[in-house]
């Protein structure tokens, strides 16, 4: 065994020990999840096509340590082996499900090419030849109703800026990914590329946060990825936020798993993850399937009573839609041990003897056992006369309202 397997190998003990869904640990571990697997690439195969009778998104559930963020970065490595841009975004106080512009700006940070390089926007309009079909094919799209008029006008200015104003393309490129760009300087470079004064009616915020995840999936089909797949986890802390803030991330919800009705046929494809018990803790115990919708609409205007349209939506996606991770069986757990029992000699040079664990019990998570056999096995390798017994403590997830994680 050379040094970088070694090292590869203690890479992968190390993230497993800790709980963290590292490459290395999954490509070592697998993820025992052959449904959920089979329903992904399933996802991606009509990724890209018009989805108007399905979804276009999974959402998984799993017990608190029960192995969604491993399932996530596995379902990961699976897209980006079929030629996807990944991103990975895990929900926080600084990261809001309800705010679409923060989830962008993770989005766009986190991206991930199939080669494992990042600044995917800036290498996808690197990547874009304005006599390529594939560009073409952009514009055109860009040119039509389901996103602002800056897109196409931008998309047209790029390659008159790469070759003459290289501060305007990274201008345009930062616009894509997030930041404001200024009417009067598109204006004035549009001017100056020949193209008239444009009409750049103002688009809020947020929906311009949806345009750009609408455009960027595009982009990246353009410069030869097969689409975008977004990957949203822990997204059970919503079940914290206050109930205003809850019907809108129930809203991002139905948006995030229902076909985009304004681009029925885009190559974004979600996957989100969240705690199993959120039905029972949270649309139950809170009576949101009640309250919020009720709230939304007193505010008495069209735009909340679309959000509360949205919110219950979402709710029931919830309650009806939701991949419950399979829980190990006798065959799985007998798999999981064997390998980790090699990696851990790989990792450390030794053989392992056989360990006790955790004794095998329906309720009994993957992560348990996994650090438990790992725990084991290190007490072993420093005292080989001692036998290690490992108790198993469970953890909990609080729902508790935190006004805090609404302003992110």
């Known amino acids: 065994m050379t040094a970088a397997d070694q090292l590869a190998a203690r890479r992968a003990i190390e993230a497993l020990r800790c709980g963290v869904p590292s490459r290395d640990a999954v490509n070592a571990l697998g993820s025992g999840q052959s449904d959920i697997e089979d329903s992904f690439l399933t996802l991606l195969d009509g990724t890209g096509t018009s989805r108007r009778g399905g979804e276009r998104g999974l959402l998984l559930g799993g017990g608190f340590g029960s192995g969604k963020s491993h399932v996530l ?3 990961a490595h699976l897209a980006l082996g079929r030629g996807f841009v990944v991103s990975r ?4 106080k600084e990261t809001p499900l309800h705010d679409p512009v923060k989830v962008l700006k993770a989005a766009v940070e986190t991206a991930t090419l199939p080669t494992g390089s990042f600044g995917a926007v800036a290498e996808a309009a690197a990547d874009l030849h304005p006599d390529s079909p594939a560009s073409a094919e952009l514009l ?7 996103v602002s008029e800056r897109f196409a006008l931008t998309l047209s200015l790029l390659q008159h800026a790469k070759e003459n104003d290289g501060e305007f393309a990274e201008a345009i490129v930062r616009f ?3 930041d404001p760009i200024g009417v009067t300087q598109l204006r004035r470079q549009a001017r100056v590329a020949g193209k008239g004064k444009p009409a750049l009616a103002t688009v809020p915020v947020r929906e311009l946060a949806r345009e750009r995840f609408r455009f960027l999936s595009r982009l990246f089909v353009a410069a030869g990825h097969q689409g975008w797949v977004l990957l949203l986890d822990e997204m059970e802390l919503i079940g914290r936020y206050t109930l205003l803030q809850r019907g809108r991330s129930y809203a991002e919800v139905a948006g995030w798993l229902r076909p985009d009705p304004d681009d029925p046929g885009s190559p974004l494809a979600t996957v989100l993850a969240m705690t199993d018990d959120f039905d029972a803790a949270v649309l139950t115990a809170k009576n949101d399937r009640e309250l919020v919708p009720s709230r939304l609409r007193a505010k008495q205007n069209s735009e909340w009573d679309e959000i509360a349209r949205a919110a219950e939506a979402g709710m029931r996606l919830v309650e009806r839609s939701m991949l419950l991770l399979a ?3 006798a065959a799985e757990l007998e798999r999981a ?3 980790l029992k090699g990696l851990h000699g790989e990792a ?4 392992p003897p056989d360990v006790a664990g955790l004794e095998r019990l329906s309720a009994t998570r993957m992560r348990q056992y996994v650090r438990a056999w790992i725990n084991e096995w290190d007490l072993v390798r420093l005292d080989p006369g001692y036998t290690p017994e490992t108790e198993a403590v469970a953890m909990e ?3 508790d309202e935190e006004a805090d994680l609404d302003s992110g």
């Not at 975004?89 to 926080?92: E, L, Q």
């Not at 450390?348 to 053989?351: A, K, Q």
């Open 73 to 75: 970065e596995h379902l």
């Open 89 to 92: 975004v895990v929900i926080s």
């Open 140 to 146: 055109r799209w860009a040119s039509g109703s389901s």
């Open 176 to 178: 894509w990914s997030g």
């Open 327 to 329: 829980q190990p069986d």
């Open 337 to 339: 041990y064997t390998v």
């Open 348 to 351: 450390f040079g030794w053989e």
């Open 397 to 399: 997830f609080r729902y």
